[in-house]
């Protein structure tokens, strides 16, 4: 279960556990290799996150956390901007990735027609 105490802005914040951060990743079905795209970071990094080897940075748990829904955790940062930025971003490609993924299955539906 994620903390209410991870999921606030950064002057509260408490960087959530290696558990925790999986918990987050696997809400959606992507892989490192997707996650990592869609960060803007290497594979490594997100496994390194999800062993606990490397603490995460707030600006990406935040976008993270967006991503999956858990909130907008930084609206009251100060910092909005960068943050804001990278979640944009990631929601470009979070965008793209799904509608190339719907691409795919109508193809497939088409072709077994």
Known sequence: MIRESTLCSFSEWERPTAD???EAL???DYTTAEWAELMG???ATISRWRTGKVK???TEWATIC????LGDIWEKEDRIGKIQKKANRARVYFI???Q???QRENEVLEEKV
């Open 56 to 58: 995460i940075p707030y």
């Open 66 to 69: 967006y991503l999956t829904g």
């Open 20 to 22: 925790e951060i999986i």
């Open 26 to 28: 696997d809400m959606l």
């Open 41 to 43: 970071v290497q594979q």
């Open 96 to 98: 793209r990735y799904n």
């Open 100 to 102: 190339k993924a719907k």
